[in-house]
């Protein structure tokens, strides 16, 4: 409950105002105001572990895309995937720190393989974009999908 708080000569009771409240910032406001920016990253999550059905992790890959629509690509075999994906964080070790999560924690949801992180590359936008107009990086993510190796 506010209190109210009397401002003035009147008599008691008038010229009521709410005290103020300090404004609370924002995570991203304080960001901000710090001059820390969320930046692009793009990430590729490279799984692998014991054989499983072609169409158990086509099906899982595409449960994982429709939950986090994210994903740019995956790739797969019946031993091994890769994810790839653009991250928004504040700085690398964020968007990695979410890309190393991102197998666990769906690995129930999705049914995907119990398999594990053989691999993880994040790099910034800008780093991206030079290798492929060097052309010695990653193609552009397209056809965007589930697709076999």
Do not use: C
Not at 107 to 113: M, N
Not at 125 to 143: L, S
């Amino acid at each position: 409950m506010r209190r109210l708080v009397s401002v003035g000569e009147g008599a008691p009771g008038r010229n009521l105002v709410p005290p103020k409240v300090p404004h609370q910032a924002t995570q991203e406001e304080a960001r901000a105001a710090r001059g820390e920016v969320n930046r692009l990253w793009h990430v590729t999550l490279s799984v692998s572990g014991p054989e499983a059905p072609l169409g158990e992790v086509r099906r899982g890959l595409e449960q994982l895309a429709h939950d986090h629509p994210f994903l740019l690509t995956s790739r797969y075999a019946n031993d091994h995937a890769e994810i790839r994906y653009w991250e928004e964080a504040r700085d690398l070790r964020d968007a990695a720190a979410v890309a190393l999560r991102l197998w666990g924690e769906h690995r129930a949801s999705a049914r995907l393989p119990p398999w594990e992180i053989v691999g993880l590359e994040v790099i910034d936008r800008a780093t991206y974009q030079q290798r492929v107009a060097e052309g010695y990086g990653p193609p552009p993510a397209a056809p965007v999908g589930v697709h076999p190796f």
